[in-house]
């Protein structure tokens, strides 16, 4: 079975990149070179320790559960944060519960995802953290343009529509923007792109056709809980629930 070694090789390349990017970034002085290299670090210790749990978790129905909850919780607080502060960020669970729960029991509940904690482990994750981009970029789009076209709402306003539709009226169209990654990665694939759980397939010892069904459900899957996401986000950063800065005065 062909995959990556795990060598000091690897772990020296790594760094390297690791190094590589931050360098770029300090050069560059795009404000993110520390940042980069905690990222990398965090990473490394994170997916130490998942793949400790994962295998301690598989084989325990509620372990199982219990790690989806984590992410999801994760998932929804990272996700608030990048739109707003406080208890408000806390709304972004609603998104991204509604995202990835129902397209997450239409995959189980028809088989096409078979219940075993090895693949409804990693299932979860992906949707969770398509959900958590999505609702992200959503909402801080959403808000922006709330914030720089505040006089085209009170215009609304004036005009008589609701505090919502006026808000929707003018940050709907660029939070929808927020779609934009998922589609490009779905209409490239193959052409452009080889996702992750098409490459791991391959690397795990799939045939190149099994690699390419589970990829094709995995992207269909995520384009669907991404548009229930940012639907959601819109809506609630229009009533001003995400926060309080997107609701009209």
Do not use: K, N
Request: glycine share 10%; hydrophobic share 60%.
């Amino acid at each position: 079975m062909s995959t990556i070694a795990v060598s000091p090789v690897t772990v020296a390349v790594v760094v390297l990149i690791a190094f590589a990017g931050a360098a770029v970034a300090l050069l560059g002085r795009l404000g993110h070179a520390r940042a980069v290299l905690t990222a990398c670090l965090r990473a490394a210790v994170q997916l130490g320790a998942v793949s400790l749990i994962i295998v301690w978790a598989v084989g325990r129905p509620f372990a199982v559960a219990a790690f989806v909850l984590v992410m999801y919780g994760v998932a929804s607080l990272t996700a608030g944060r990048r739109i707003t502060s406080g208890r408000a960020a806390w709304w972004a669970a609603v998104p991204v519960g509604a995202g990835t729960l129902p397209i997450f029991l239409i995959l189980v509940a028809t088989g096409t995802v078979p219940p075993e904690g090895i693949v409804l482990i990693p299932v979860a994750g992906i949707l969770l953290g398509g959900c958590l981009t999505a609702t992200a970029l959503a909402g801080r789009r959403a808000v922006d343009e709330l914030t720089q076209r505040r006089g085209e709402v009170e215009a609304a306003l004036a005009l008589g529509f609701s505090d919502r539709d006026a808000a929707l009226e003018i940050c709907r169209p660029a939070a929808a923007h927020a779609l934009v990654p998922a589609l490009d990665q779905t209409r490239t694939v193959g052409l452009v792109t080889l996702p992750g759980a098409f490459v791991g397939m391959l690397l795990g010892g799939a045939s190149p056709l099994q690699a390419g069904v589970v990829q094709l459900v995995v992207l269909v899957a995520l384009l669907a809980a991404e548009a229930v996401a940012v639907l959601l986000t819109v809506e609630l950063v229009a009533r001003g629930r995400l926060t309080e800065a997107s609701r009209p005065s």
